[in-house]
C-alpha cells in the first residue's frame, strides 16, 4: 500500500479545514504523501478572495472568538498558508471536484493557487484505495 | 483486502448526503463495492417521507438556496436518487443501525426502499477493517 | 496491518460524541484495538466538568430535545461512560491534540480521567496508518 493520507474536504468552516492542513503538515513530516479533494463546501472556501470571508461552525460559534483572539496572539498561519508549506515541504496535491466545479461554473483560475488541478471522484478514489488512510472532512 | 468503501452515514442534511450518493457512484464506477451504515441523523434522513423535509447544514445556509436553485435548474437527480442508481450499478449494501432503530422504535418498513436491512455495529465494523476506504460522514 | 480503529474527534457536539464511544465498544467487542486523538472542538469537550455543557449539534436540534428524552427514558449511559466501559473491556487509548494543548494552555490534569497521554499529529498518523480503519468525526 502506498504511505498516503487521503482527504476528501467536503467541509467550508475555518475550524474544520485548519484540521486539513495540519494533518497535511503532519503527514509531509512523516514522509506520506497527501491528497486533498476539495468538494461542495470545501471546494467553495479556496475560491479566490473567500478566505477572508471564512466562519467558525455555528456549533462551536461561543468559542470561536475567543479561538481566533488567541490565534492571532500566538500568530498561528492561516489555514491556508500552513497548507502551502505543506506544499513546500511534501508531495501533496490538492484536487477540485469535476462535478462541483461544472456545477458551479468554476473554472481553475478562479482557485486559490494551492489547486493543483481537476479531477473526478472516481479518479480519486482509485488514488485513496491504495493509501493508508482515507478521510472524510 | 477487499475492494470496498465503507461509509458511516451520521449525518442527516441534504448537502452532506450528496457526497454519500456521489461517493457510491463513483466507488461502483470503478468496480468497488460500497457498504453504509446509517445512524443517528442519517438513518432518520432515510425514514419513510423524511426525504422532502430534509435541510442545507446550518454552517451554509447562506449558499443552500443558490445549490438547490441551480441543482434544480440543472436538473440534477436527487441524492435518493442518484443512490438508487449506483444500487442498480454495482453492489451497494445499505445497513440501518440496530441501535439507533431500538432507541427510536423504528422498524424496517419505517424506512425507504434502498435500506436492505439492520445491522449492529461490530458486523459493520467487521466489514469495513476488511475493505479499502472507511470514511465517517 | 494492525486490527486497530484510529478516530481523530474533532467534533465536540454530544450528538457526534456518541458514535465515538459506540464506535469504541463495538471495535473491543470485535477485538479490535482502538486509538483516540482529541483536537479542537473534541478535546475542549473532555476539560474536567465540559460535559455538563455539550448540545446537540444545531443542525439537529429541533429532534435533540426528543432524542436527550428516549435516552434517559431508557436509561441509556453517556458517552462518556461508554467510552469508559470500552476502555475497561479493551486495548483503547485517547490521546490529546499537543498541539490543541499548547493553544489553549492546558494541562492534562484539566482533562477527564479517560484522556492517557498527549500526542503530537505525526505521532498519531503513524499508528493510524498501520491500522485498517480511520475516521475523522
Redesign the interface.
Given at each position: 500500500m502506498a504511505?498516503r493520507?487521503s482527504?476528501?474536504v467536503?467541509?467550508?468552516?475555518v475550524?474544520?479545514l485548519?484540521?486539513v492542513a495540519?494533518?497535511a503538515?503532519?503527514?509531509v513530516?512523516?514522509g506520506?504523501e497527501v491528497r486533498i479533494f476539495l468538494?461542495?463546501?470545501g471546494l467553495?472556501a479556496l475560491k479566490k478572495g473567500a478566505g477572508a470571508q471564512l466562519?467558525v461552525?455555528?456549533?462551536?460559534e461561543a468559542?470561536g472568538a475567543e479561538?481566533a483572539r488567541?490565534?492571532q496572539e500566538?500568530k498561528?498561519p492561516s489555514w491556508l498558508d500552513t497548507l502551502r508549506t505543506a506544499k513546500e515541504l511534501g508531495d501533496v496535491k490538492v484536487y477540485a471536484c469535476g462535478?462541483t466545479m461544472d456545477?458551479?461554473q468554476l473554472k481553475l483560475e478562479d482557485l486559490e493557487d494551492v489547486v493543483d488541478g481537476v479531477a473526478?471522484?472516481?479518479e480519486?478514489?482509485?488514488e485513496?484505495?491504495?493509501g493508508?488512510?482515507?478521510?472524510?472532512?
Open positions: 504511505n493520507l482527504m476528501i467536503f467541509s467550508g468552516t475550524d474544520k485548519y484540521p495540519i494533518l503538515s503532519g503527514a513530516a512523516m506520506q468538494t461542495f463546501w467553495m466562519q461552525s455555528k456549533d462551536y468559542m479561538m488567541i490565534m500566538k498561528v462535478m456545477l458551479f473526478g471522484v472516481g480519486f478514489i482509485e485513496a484505495r491504495q493508508e488512510i482515507s478521510l472524510f472532512i
